[in-house]
Nanobody, 123 residues
Framework: QVQLVESGGGLVQPGGSLRLSCRGS????????MGWYRQAPGKQRELVAR???????NYTDSVKGRFTVSMNNAKNTVYLQMNSLKPEDTAVYYC?????????????????WGQGTLVTVSS
């Protein structure tokens, strides 16, 4: 069983910054990738940023140049530094982790989700 706990959401003014954190715990053997997704009211969930253990990243076009995703693999933690925030960034942000968990000497792949943290960008 893998659990992800998120923190860092809140209310910020346009142009401001926010830093989200998500730490995994539980039956993690290794994490291969972690990422952030968001869902705004009335819209589909979308990928915001993703990072693999070797450092490769990808971002949705709307956040390129403003957001930075990073990972501390030793701590099973992913971060999302959000700068120059816009009202359009308002959404619930969800953390995701993919990897392998060890159960009874066997490895099983997992994809786990955090509970979500609300980011509101408003003046």
């Amino acid at each position: 069983q893998v659990q992800l706990v998120e923190s860092g959401g809140g209310l910020v003014q346009p142009g401001g910054s926010l830093r989200l954190s998500c730490r995994g715990s539980g039956s993690i053997f290794s994490i291969n990738a972690m990422g952030w997704y968001r869902q705004a009211p009335g819209k589909q969930r979308e990928l915001v940023a993703r990072i693999t253990v070797d450092g490769s990243t990808n971002y949705t076009d709307s956040v390129k140049g403003r957001f930075t995703v990073s990972m501390n693999n030793a701590k099973n933690t992913v971060y999302l530094q959000m700068n120059s925030l816009k009202p359009e960034d308002t959404a619930v942000y969800y953390c995701n982790a993919q990897g392998s968990e060890r159960i009874d000497r066997m490895w099983t792949s997992f994809s786990a989700w955090g509970q979500g943290t609300l980011v509101t960008v408003s003046s």
